[in-house]
C-alpha cells in the first residue's frame, strides 16, 4: 500500500516564486549586458582624446613649462567658450546610446563654471531609456548634472510612457 504524500499550497507557491525570480534576474541581466554593451568605445574615443592632449597617465615625461602645460590641457579641458561643441556630442551620444531622440541642444546661459544647455526631446520617451540617459549623462566627464526637468505621462498611466516638457543639464567648465 502506498501513500501519497500531499503537498502544502505554501510549498509549491514558493517553487514557482524562485523560478520566476530566477528569470527575472537572468532578463534584467541580459538587458544590461545589451543596454551598455555600446558604453566601451565611446570610452575608448576619450581616452585617445587624452593621449592626443598628453594628458593619458601613460606619457611618463614631466613637462614644466607653463606654456606646453596650459596648450596641452586647452585641448581636454573646456571653458566657458569651447564647452558647447564637446557637451553636444557628449549629450547626443548618450542620447543615441538609451534610445532618447532629440530634437535640439541649445546653449541657456550660466554662470562662471557651470554652463547650462536646454535639451528638447522629440515625443513621447520611455520611461526606463529615460533614467538611464540621465544616469549616463550625469556620469560624463567634464560633470553634467542635471539642473531641471519637467515631464508628465503619456498615453495613460500604465504605458511607461513620458513626455518631457524642460531638460536643462549643468555642464561644469573651469
Known amino acids: ?7 502544502s499550497p505554501v510549498a509549491s507557491l514558493s517553487r514557482l516564486f524562485t523560478s520566476v525570480l530566477t528569470v ?8 544590461l549586458f545589451f543596454a551598455f554593451k555600446d558604453l566601451p568605445p565611446y570610452a575608448e574615443t576619450v581616452n585617445q582624446k587624452l593621449e592626443q592632449a598628453n594628458l593619458h597617465p601613460a606619457s611618463n615625461t614631466p613637462s614644466t613649462d607653463t606654456a606646453t602645460l596650459n596648450k596641452r590641457a586647452s585641448l581636454f579641458y573646456s571653458t566657458t567658450e569651447t564647452y558647447k561643441e564637446q557637451a553636444e556630442t557628449d549629450i547626443r551620444k548618450y542620447a543615441q546610446l538609451t534610445n532618447i531622440p532629440i530634437q535640439s541642444i541649445t546653449p541657456d546661459g550660466g554662470n562662471g563654471g557651470l554652463q547650462v544647455v536646454s535639451v528638447k526631446l522629440t515625443g ?8 538611464r540617459f540621465i544616469t549616463a549623462t550625469e556620469g560624463n566627464l567634464p560633470n553634467m548634472k542635471i539642473q531641471s526637468l519637467s515631464m508628465s505621462a503619456s498615453g495613460g498611466t500604465s504605458s511607461g510612457m513620458v513626455m518631457v516638457q524642460t531638460l536643462k543639464i549643468g555642464i561644469a567648465v573651469r
Open 1 to 7: 500500500m502506498s501513500v501519497k504524500k500531499k503537498t
Open 24 to 31: 527575472v534576474i537572468l532578463a534584467i541581466g541580459a538587458l
Open 124 to 131: 513621447a520617451v520611455e520611461y526606463d531609456d529615460l533614467l
